[in-house]
């Protein structure tokens, strides 16, 4: 072999939003609202590329109503607890597959990389999977890719954010190249950060899992068998010998636009881009490179990012 690939061989793609606030929080929709218009309004039933699948309610650990939790039942869609580490002053941390924890609002407080180590720590012990959230939401630098490099044990980085308040400034591609090139094997995810529904639909992670569970989902969000996407899809991920496979995905809304891939190495830099209506993109190793990953975008902007592939 010389790739590793993160994809599993055979499976089925599920698209997911993995940042989801309730009433429970500061949203505005309770969870069983929101997880309908997940499992509903998005399932046009025409393809599997506009479904939603799964769903994890990841509420705020400040300002939370605990009376009003539960964990909604709504058929087609897989909802998963989790929560968002957000304490006053402090960077935030998503969980996923852990339960919600009902912490207070604390007072503003200075936090330091090490109590960020602490609460993903905290996550991975109750089971969970811990997400860098929005590293440039609103303008900002809340994880810079020192931090990226310098903690441990998290599974991803938010790399698009749907929060329409982090503007052009959410894509986290840096942080995460960043993280890669430091031997990190961390998995970039999109996420709506959904508070209400003008955040609902901008940014979405697909997994490939052996099935619809929410362990075979959550095994695939571990293993990085999943991409990220705000609007264009892969068909096809997988690595064969040398190569590295990346192909649209085969759907009417894509036949007949051009796209442009581009393949993205160490450090964050272009290897290779193709342009064209053609529908599969190869890359050839050429034996110096640490990770490859592939973007997909169509021309009318929407983008799709795969995981990397490291070399063996
Ligand atoms: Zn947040
Ligand atoms: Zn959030």
């Known amino acids: 072999m010389y790739w590793e690939s993160p994809y599993i061989n055979e499976g089925i793609w599920l698209r997911g939003n993995t940042h989801t606030h309730t009433t429970v929080s500061d949203g505005g929709h309770s ?5 309908l218009l997940y499992g509903k309004v998005a399932s046009t039933g025409r393809s599997p590329n506009m479904d939603y699948r799964f769903l994890v309610l990841t509420d705020h650990t400040i300002n939370t109503k ?32 852990c339960p919600m924890v009902f912490d207070g609002p604390v007072e503003w407080y200075d936090y330091t990389r090490k109590d960020y180590q602490r609460f993903i720590d905290s996550i991975v012990e109750n089971g ?18 020192e931090d990226a ?32 090139t430091a031997g990190k094997r961390v998995w970039g995810i999109g996420s709506d950060d959904f508070h209400s529904t003008r955040d ?29 996407s705000n609007g ?36 964050g830099v272009l290897k290779q881009t193709q342009v064209g209506k053609n529908h599969t993109a190869v890359y050839k190793g050429r034996g110096d490179e640490m990770y490859i990953r592939a973007e ?9 990012f795969s995981q990397p592939f490291f070399r063996i």
């Open 31 to 35: 969870p069983m609202e929101t997880a």
């Open 66 to 97: 605990p009376e009003l939790f539960e964990l909604p039942q709504v058929e087609g869609l897989t909802v998963i607890e989790g929560l968002e580490y957000s304490y006053r002053g402090g960077s935030h941390i998503v969980g996923v597959g």
């Open 296 to 304: 997909l975008t169509l021309n009318w902007g929407c983008s799709a």
């Open 149 to 180: 490099i310098e903690l441990n044990g998290y599974m991803g980085i938010e790399i698009i954010s749907g929060d329409v308040f982090s503007g052009p400034s959410n894509l986290a591609t840096d942080v995460w190249d960043a993280a890669l």
């Open 232 to 267: 264009a899809s892969f068909g096809k991920l997988y690595a064969d010998g040398k190569w590295i496979v990346a192909e649209c995905a085969d759907d009417s809304y894509y036949h007949d636009c051009e796209k442009t891939f581009r393949f993205i190495g160490e450090g």
């Open 128 to 145: 969970g999977m811990a997400i860098l959230a929005h590293p440039h939401w609103s303008r900002m630098d809340h994880w810079s890719a």
């Open 200 to 228: 609902f639909h901008n940014a979405w992670t697909f997994v490939y899992a052996r099935d619809d569970s929410k362990e075979a989902i959550l095994d695939a969000l571990r293993q990085g068998s999943s991409y990220t």
